[in-house]
């Protein structure tokens, strides 16, 4: 058996280890006798505690993976030249998707290759050719060169990474090259068909090669570069490879993009035939109830679940107190029942539990909706089909937070109502953006943002959710008032509007992830036409010409993105 040792770089703006990188860890480290880990982050005691290796550097961020890798190999010393091969990586890829001692195997036995790697570039007027620095194996005959160790003896911490390229990256493969050195590449790139391709870099910029042709490792920066594909490409990868899919969508998800990418969403349903588990964590439930004659539609799913929870009811008047202690007799159910007045909704009066809910690990939210500004029908099917994505299920959600410790909010799909009805639009969201801004600043969050710029928000419309209280803590630690708060009749773009829409994003920021009930309702089409609606009418019902609706519906477009009503 040959000795190998692996030289790993990994690098977090925000500081943190994803779960792709404890993954990738796991499944290489049994191919080496040794693991030298460089973090160029300051990594916390709960991340280091996931990783197991006794050659661990933690150094600034300074150099990029060359200067990162240096160190590593300055830590091994002249004992590198008894190793048979030493591999080179950093965490900008996910995988392995496949078993990786094969192609070991396969390029150990081969007298041609000195040194190989995952993906080549082919040589243009701006880029030499080499092999891509995130994975290259060096076998012994190279470790033991003076070139191999002249070259990291002067390799320099620089600032520019465009540098680092040029100097380290792409010149390192043509000089073992000029010096009679042979590589090999898992994907040889160098006539393959560029169509399509700004540049000849398969790795970024297709995606779906690496996918067809197998390739262990798929970079990260592909997944988000082509957002419209990704759904495609990977759903190909999950019936090739074994790789958990998950973990690409939960690092994208928590680090690298907006929650409410299109191609995330795809994949944030909850699923919920898991089965039920006995659950180890604490657990509240917040219900504000207004309207009394709708205890009954909640007060029956709480008492059927196989789970404890403490209940908290808040109500606005102490007259209504009575009669839902009435109904908690009925049901056999007992709460703490506190009266918070007519300001606020069902949110403040949550926000003003902080005390009591910061005790709790899982909190769901829920109040006694009604709409009155439409048909009461519609206002049944709105709460009917809310308290049915995430009342009834409870079982399986709160078993879903006991198995994903990232799982930070659940919210529920869209009601059908707004199906039907296009009245969320760029044009009244753009009005509540600003106040969504605001709280953002207030509470000082990590990550930058700008609602203004955004054209809708995935939110938990009429906010019923299921949160863990950490993933939210900024919101409850504004310890917001009455004073914050405009009177009845609410205007449709309040701060109430504002943190209804803002909790997917402060979720995002502390680094968790979300996911959606799934609303059965099916709506085949409906709200394609209803989203389209005006474009179609300016068309059907004005005497114009074709070009002239298109001039139309543009401006229109443009004034919606800009939030101008016209």
């Known amino acids: 058996m040959s000795s190998k040792i692996l030289f790993y770089v990994h690098f977090n703006k925000y500081n943190q280890l994803s779960d792709h990188v404890v993954y990738q860890l796991d499944k290489m480290a049994p191919l080496f006798q040794r693991v030298v880990l460089i973090s160029n982050s300051d990594l916390s005691k709960k991340d280091l505690d996931k990783l197991s290796y006794n050659d661990f550097i933690q ?44 192609y070991y195997d396969k390029y150990e036995k081969d007298p041609l290759v000195d040194f190989w790697g995952i993906t080549n570039h082919r040589n243009t007027k701006q880029v030499k050719e080499h092999l891509q620095s995130y994975f290259v194996v060096y076998n012994q005959n190279v470790l033991q060169s003076e070139i191999f160790k002249n070259f990291w003896q002067n390799v320099e911490v620089l600032d520019d990474v465009s540098e680092v390229i040029e100097k380290y990256e792409t010149s390192f493969t043509r000089t073992l090259m000029i010096n009679g050195f042979s590589y090999a590449s898992v994907l040889n790139t160098k006539n393959m068909s560029t169509n399509g391709m700004l540049y000849p870099d398969f790795s970024f910029w297709n995606p779906t090669q690496i996918i067809l042709n197998n390739v262990p490792f798929l970079k990260v920066k592909a997944v988000g570069a082509f957002k ?5 490409f990977l759903n190909e990868l999950k019936l090739r490879s074994q790789y958990p899919i998950n973990l690409i969508y939960s690092h994208m998800t928590r680090f690298v993009e907006l929650p409410d990418e299109p191609y995330l969403l795809e994949n944030n349903f909850l699923d919920l035939n898991k089965p039920n588990e006995n659950n180890k964590q604490k657990i509240a439930i917040h219900f504000h109830v207004f309207y009394t004659d709708l205890v009954d539609d909640f007060f029956k799913y709480f008492a059927e679940y196989n789970f404890k929870f403490k209940l908290f009811i808040t109500t606005d008047i102490k007259e209504k107190v009575s009669e839902i202690e009435s109904k908690l007799k009925q049901y056999n159910l007992m709460a703490q029942i506190l009266v918070t007045g007519n300001v606020g909704r069902d949110i403040l009066p949550m926000l003003k539990l902080k005390k009591q809910l910061s005790k709790f690990d899982i909190i769901g939210h829920f109040h006694t909706k009604k709409s009155k500004e439409a048909d009461f029908l519609v206002g ?22 006991e198995e994903n410790e990232n799982l930070g909010l659940l919210i529920a799909d869209i009601p059908s109502f707004f199906r039907f009805n296009a009245i969320v639009n760029p044009e009244a969201e753009h009005k509540i953006a600003p106040k969504m801004n605001k709280l953002w600043k207030q509470m000082k969050l990590q990550k930058t943002i700008n609602f203004i710029t955004m054209n809708t928000f ?48 402060l979720v995002w920021n502390n680094f968790y992830e979300f996911k959606i009930s799934p609303n059965t309702k099916s709506t085949p089409f409906i709200d394609n036409k209803v989203l389209n609606s005006n474009f179609n009418m300016t068309i059907n019902n004005d005497n114009i010409s074709g070009k002239q609706a298109l001039k139309i519906a543009s401006k229109k477009l443009i004034l919606k993105v800009k939030g101008i009503k016209k």
């Not at 200067?67 to 030249?81: P, T, Y």
């Not at 419209?228 to 495609?232: E, L, V």
């Not at 959710?465 to 205007?491: G, I, Q």
């Open 380 to 401: 049944e099917s709105w709460r009917n089909e809310l308290i049915n994505m995430l009342v009834k299920p409870a079982n399986q959600i709160v078993t879903s937070f």
């Open 458 to 505: 995935v939110m938990s419309y009429g906010t019923f959710l299921w949160f863990k209280y950490d993933a939210v803590k900024p919101l409850f630690d504004l310890n917001l008032s009455e004073a914050d708060v405009p009177k009845e009749p609410l205007p449709q773009s309040s701060i109430l509007h504002a943190i209804e829409r803002i909790m997917v994003y």
């Open 59 to 102: 150094r600034e961020n300074k150099g990029f993976d060359f200067a990162g890798w240096k160190m590593g190999v300055d830590l091994i010393g002249d004992e590198l030249e008894k190793y048979d091969s030493a591999t080179f990586m950093n965490d900008t890829t996910f995988g392995p998707l496949y078993d990786l001692k094969p």
């Open 228 to 232: 419209n594909m990704t759904p495609f």
